[in-house]
T-cell receptor, first 115, second 116 residues
Framework: AQSVTQLGSHVSVSEGALVLLRCNYS??????LFWYVQYPNQGLQLLLK??????LVKGINGFEAEFKKSETSFHLTKPSAHMSDAAEYFC?????????????FGTGTRLTIIP | DVKVTQSSRYLVKRTGEKVFLECVQD?????MFWYRQDPGLGLRLIYF???????EKGDIPEGYSVSREKKERFSLILESASTNQTSMYLC???????????????FGSGTQLSVL
């Protein structure tokens, strides 16, 4: 079974500072990995995904993540935080087999931006 | 624009009531999912469906059932609501087997259910 662990349920960064949200995965096979974002009072939306192509993945709103097999990690970064980045971020994993699109989510990291 | 619609944003029910949460998608997706979201626990999968009249248990199916009579509609049923089912419920859909390039879940805005 696949699982993900998000380190840090709350992260605060100053506006303009680097954003780093951590995600480690556990999987018996190379998985597909995702980052979703949830803004207040909304559902989740996809930020970016890794599906066994390039290990450095670029997403929307200036976010990117790097798949590191040796570290079983898929950390999310953004060079310069903006006030609009305040949200909850979820890492998710699934088995790569066709027809098995069930996602397992992490516990989430709430990102606060300090003006 | 693609849309997943959940019938209620807020719902208050009493212990022991039968509760229906409705979800409709307009994208002709095969897959539909019900998650519950709780602080500190993230999203946990309750049930999912790959096709009409088909369902599979997720990680926490106890106390829930589902119905998928039409492709666009996926209902979550709490047979006898209990206080520990107070939560945010999120519905999602996705196409089946389109390949990694197009894969993503589309989420509704959620239903905050309070069981008193």
């Amino acid at each position: 079974a696949q699982s993900v662990t998000q380190l840090g349920s709350h992260v605060s960064v100053s506006e303009g500072a680097l954003v780093l949200l951590r995600c480690n995965y556990s999987s018996s096979v190379p998985p597909y990995l995702f980052w979703y974002v949830q803004y207040p009072n909304q559902g989740l939306q996809l930020l970016l995904k890794y599906t066994s192509a390039a290990t450095l993945v670029k997403g929307i709103n200036g976010f990117e993540a790097e798949f590191k097999k040796s570290e079983t990690s898929f950390h999310l970064t953004k060079p310069s935080a903006h006030m609009s980045d305040a949200a909850e971020y979820f890492c998710a994993v699934r088995h790569p087999n066709f027809g098995n699109e069930k996602l397992t989510f992490g516990t989430g990291t709430r990102l606060t931006i300090i003006p | 624009d693609v849309k997943v619609t959940q019938s209620s944003r807020y719902l208050v029910k009493r212990t022991g009531e039968k509760v229906f949460l409705e979800c409709v998608q307009d994208m002709d997706h095969e897959n539909m999912f019900w998650y519950r979201q709780d602080p500190g626990l993230g999203l946990r999968l309750i049930y999912f469906s790959y096709d009409v009249k088909m369902k599979e248990k997720g990680d926490i199916p106890e106390g829930y059932s589902v119905s998928r009579e039409k492709k666009e509609r996926f209902s979550l049923i709490l047979e006898s609501a209990s206080t520990n089912q107070t939560s945010m419920y999120l519905c999602a859909s996705s196409p089946l087997g389109v390949g990694a390039a197009n894969e993503k879940l589309f989420f509704g805005s959620g239903t905050q259910l309070s069981v008193l």
